[in-house]
């Protein structure tokens, strides 16, 4: 299935989103700016891109695999979400969790996007809900072996 998704540059050094390699889920996205992010530290980069999303869909904003392993740095909100509505800049929020300054270089791939359907839900409040084997039972109930 095909979507269209209208795109609008809001500065003149912004790279369009794009998949890497035929088939791929994300998008990668561009820094339109160069910004160090010092060990511990937190920035928003911004990527000069504006989005249009179909009704139903959203963007998800993901790390990418490579700045996390290589250099620990991935994004803060992860992923974050841009609703259909919105229509500002898109930014990420890279954090560092290295041990070094961590520096982001102008047109560099700072994370990716992906375009997910979102479904309608109507919530239901009820007085009980039905048994399963897990039950309440969360955090390493499944054991770790």
Do not use: C, W
């Not at 299935?1 to 088939?23: C, F, S, W, Y």
């Not at 994004?75 to 229509?87: A, C």
């Not at 375009?115 to 399963?132: A, M, Y």
């Amino acid at each position: 299935m095909n979507l269209e998704v209208k795109i609008k540059r809001t500065h003149p050094d912004a790279l369009l989103p794009m998949q890497a390699n035929p088939g791929d889920a994300g998008m990668d996205l561009y820094s339109i700016e160069a910004v160090d992010i010092p060990a511990g530290e937190a920035k928003l980069i911004k990527t000069g891109i504006q989005i249009e999303l179909p009704q139903g869909t959203e963007a998800q904003i993901r790390p990418r695999s490579g700045l996390a392993l290589k250099h620990s740095v991935t994004v803060l909100n992860s992923p974050g979400t841009i609703d259909e509505g919105y229509r500002g800049e898109i930014g990420v929020i890279l954090i560092n969790h290295g041990k070094e300054t961590f520096i982001v270089e102008k047109s560099m791939r700072i994370a990716q996007m992906v375009i997910q359907f979102v479904p309608s839900v109507r919530l239901l409040e009820v007085n009980e809900l039905s048994q399963t084997v897990r039950g309440t039972s969360g955090f390493g109930a499944s054991g770790t072996k």
